[in-house]
Structures are given as C-alpha cells and as structure tokens.
C-alpha cells in the first residue's frame, strides 16, 4: 500500500510546485502592469484642474485603457493556464486516491487478517497530503533565501551603535525661541539648476505663528 501511494508522491509534488509558481508569477508580473496604469491615473487626478482647462481628458483615458490591456490580456493567458494547472494538481490527488484505495482494497479483501481500512486511510493522508504540502512549500524556497538576507540586514542596522545618542540629556541645550527669518533666499533643486523654486524671499515668522507656504 505504501509503495503504491509513493509512487504517486513526484508527480503530486511537481504539479503542486507548478501551481504556486503560476500563482506567484502572475501576480509579480501583473502587479508591475498595474503600476504604470495607477501612475496615470494619480498624475491625471493630482492636475485635474489643468487636465480639464486643456481638455485633454480623453487623451489620459486612452493612456490609462492603453495601460491595463497588457494586463487584461495577461490575465486571460494566466487564467487558462493556471486552470490547467490546477486542474492537473487535483487530478492526481483523485488519481492517487484512485491507485491507493483500488490496491488498498484489495489488500483489505485478501488479507484481512492484516489491513483495515482504518491503515489504508492512515497511509493515504499521511503520505499523499505530506507530498502535496511539501509541493507547494518548495515554490517558496527562493523567498525564503531573500527572507534570510533581508532579515540579517535588519538586524545589522538594529546593531549599528549611532556617533549621537538622542536620548541622552547632556551635552549644549540652547534655549529656542522659534523666531525664524529668511533674508533674501535664493533656492534651486541641484537635479533643476535652471528652475529657481525660491527667488530672493523675505520672511519673518514670530513664536507661536503659523504661517503656509
């Protein structure tokens, strides 16, 4: 009865792999699709206002449609896929169950003295539904390696003893009075040297004054 059941265990194993990876892959790569669509539809609302003035309204819902039909035809490509798949990882449950209970049963007939039903369910269970847990958790054997690694540099940085000690009370503790005052500033972003964000400002803001920019 065991042998029998086993010999059911590489194909339950490969189909279950082939399922979460076909799961897993659709969904990164979908993911991805989706993110230029999403890009178009927050920069359209972010200038809606000036969207609207231009009427070029149409012209963002062709670049949003254009966007999501990778991902449409993708997803029907997957679906097709991953329904066989899946259709292929429960037949050989059915035929495992098949192959082992035909023989079990037969085993239970001619030699009574010796098996039960009660083993044929016990091999069955332990041996086919271990083969198919153990499919599935191979297909996150490569997160698991990126896991480890993502985890030791966390507790590298945890480890990292900082030059400054925020909580400690010494050291210069000069008393702010929060008057703040910009004097002819002059500002641009290094990455826009020509786009000048801040052209000779004069502010003054008193303690306690709220004041938006």
């Known amino acids: 009865m065991t042998l029998v059941t086993v010999a059911f265990v590489p194909l339950i194993i ?16 979908n993911k991805k699709l989706m993110e230029e669509a999403g890009k178009v539809a927050v920069e359209a609302v972010e200038n ?3 969207v609207a003035q231009l ?8 670049k949003y449609h254009d966007c999501l039909e990778g991902p449409y035809k993708r997803a029907l490509w997957a679906a097709n896929v991953q329904g066989f ?8 449950l059915l035929f495992a169950q098949a192959g082992s209970f035909r023989f079990g049963g ?4 001619h030699q009574s003295d ?4 009660e083993d044929i369910y016990i091999v069955f269970g332990a041996i086919v539904f271990s083969a198919m847990v153990l499919g599935q958790s191979m297909a996150y054997t490569p997160d698991y ?23 400690n ?11 703040i005052a910009f004097s002819d500033v002059t500002f641009s972003y290094p990455t826009r040297p020509d786009v000048t964000v801040l052209n000779e400002l004069n502010l003054t803001i008193e303690p306690g004054q709220t004041v938006a920019l």
């Open 14 to 29: 490969v189909c279950g792999l082939l399922e979460m990876r076909s799961l897993a892959g659709h969904t990164t790569k």
């Open 48 to 50: 809606i206002r000036t």
């Open 55 to 62: 009427n070029i309204e149409e012209i963002f819902l062709k």
């Open 85 to 92: 798949i899946m259709g292929l990882s429960q037949a050989m």
């Open 106 to 109: 037969w085993q239970v007939e």
């Open 114 to 117: 010796k098996y039960t039903m």
């Open 145 to 167: 390696n990126k896991a480890r690694q993502a985890a030791a540099r966390v507790f590298q940085l945890l480890d990292i003893v900082p030059s400054i000690d925020s909580s």
């Open 169 to 179: 009370k010494g050291g210069l503790q000069p008393n702010v009075d929060g008057h």
